[in-house]
Each structure stands twice: as structure tokens, then as C-alpha cells.
């Protein structure tokens, strides 16, 4: 079965400062994975994701994630924060063989100027 | 423009009575999901739809309908809502690609009395 874990509700960072949203898994397969964002009463909006190959994807907005097989993790990264990145965050996970997409709880960004 | 809609955005109903939320996708996606969004529990499946007349249950299908006669239209169909139905749902449709990103509607929520 697979699983997503975020570990933390909420992350606090103050504007220009690095932010980190972390995110491990668990999948039977190799592991298509994803990041999504919610702003308030918005949908879901693609992030990046990471299909195969290099382990740094870069994707919309400035935002990057960094796929670690050994530690099973996908951490979203933004070298500087902004006030308009304060968001609902989701990492997503799904094997290769068109598996359930397993959605995490979410962690609720929150960045002060 | 490629968008996912859904109606109504939002809905107040009473126990039982009947309802509809319409989804529709004008990008040709062959693959369409369900989704109810809860505090704390992230983004649960539904049912999802892999073509027309092709449809499955996700993690939550109890109380829910679905219906694929056309490639374009997903409707979710409460048959007797209940409290407990309450809810923040989304649709969503992909190209048809294990490793393809998600297009989200806008979001219906859901208040059942």
C-alpha cells in the first residue's frame, strides 16, 4: 500500500528566508511523485513532480524538490520565501504501475513579511 | 483555456435529499477522479474514471455515485446525503499518463444539515 507522510501541520518563515516542506513515502514500485498547492478557497495547482532521471526538479513559481530514494523523502524547497507562497501544500505519490494517487495530509505554509 | 469546472461551488442541503455536482473537463482528459478534502485527512479518492463507461472506487466510494457517458462530464451523485458528507469536494482530470499531473476544479463545498 502506498502512503504519504508530512510530517509537519504548519511551517512558519519569514519573508526571504529558505523554506522547506518535507515529505517521505512509502510505495511498492518506483514512485512517481508530486507537489500541489492550494490557495485559499482555490483548487489544487501543479507544483513539479518527478518521474526519472534527475534527482533536482525545478518547477513554477521558484519552487524545487529534491527526490532522495534512500531516505524515501521529496522535500519542496524555495531558496526565498514570499509572502504570496503562503499556501496549503500537498506532496503526492503514485507507482509506476498506475497505482492509487496517495495524497499527504498537507502542511499549511505561512510566511510574515 | 484549459480548465476543469465544477457546479455548484457551493451547496447547503438537508438530510436525503438527492444532489448532483456536475464536473466537466475541456482538454480531452481520458482519466477523471473524484476527491473530498477533510481538515487533518488531506485529499481522499472517491471514484475515479479511466474512460468512458469505465469507472472505479477509491478509498471513500460509500454513499457516492458516478456516472462516464461522456468523455468530458463526471458528475457525483448523492443519492440520500447525510451529515457526514459535509464536505470540501474536488474533481479532477489527467491526459491519461501514470506520471501526468492533475488539472483540479475550483472545489464545491458541500454542506449537508
Known amino acids: 500500500a502506498q502512503s504519504v507522510a508530512q510530517p509537519e501541520d504548519q511551517v512558519n518563515v519569514a519573508e526571504g528566508n529558505p523554506l522547506t516542506v518535507k515529505c517521505t513515502y512509502s510505495v511498492s514500485g518506483n514512485p512517481y511523485l508530486f507537489w500541489y498547492v492550494q490557495y485559499p478557497n482555490r483548487g489544487l495547482q501543479f507544483l513539479l513532480k518527478y518521474i526519472t532521471g534527475d534527482n533536482l526538479v525545478k518547477g513554477s513559481y521558484g519552487f524545487e524538490a529534491e527526490f532522495n530514494k534512500s531516505q524515501t523523502s521529496f522535500h519542496l524547497k524555495k531558496p526565498s520565501a514570499l509572502v504570496s507562497d503562503s499556501a496549503l501544500y500537498f506532496c503526492a505519490v503514485r507507482d509506476q504501475s498506475w497505482g492509487k494517487l496517495q495524497f499527504g495530509a498537507g502542511t499549511q505554509v505561512v510566511v510574515t513579511p | 483555456e484549459a480548465q476543469v469546472t465544477q457546479n455548484p461551488r457551493y451547496l447547503i442541503t438537508v438530510t436525503g435529499k438527492k444532489l448532483t455536482v456536475t464536473c466537466s473537463q475541456n482538454?480531452?482528459?481520458?482519466?477523471m477522479s473524484w476527491y473530498r478534502q477533510d481538515p487533518g485527512l488531506g485529499l481522499r479518492q472517491i471514484y475515479y474514471?479511466?474512460?468512458?463507461?469505465?469507472?472505479d472506487k477509491g478509498d471513500v466510494p460509500e454513499g457516492y455515485k458516478v456516472s462516464r457517458k461522456e468523455k468530458r462530464n463526471f458528475p457525483l451523485i448523492l443519492e440520500s446525503p447525510s451529515p457526514n458528507q459535509t464536505s470540501l469536494y474536488f474533481c479532477a482530470s489527467t491526459r491519461g499518463g501514470a506520471g501526468d499531473e492533475q488539472y483540479f476544479g475550483p472545489g464545491t463545498r458541500l454542506t449537508v444539515t
Open positions: 474514471s479511466m474512460n468512458v463507461e469505465v469507472t
Open positions: 482538454m480531452n482528459h481520458e482519466y
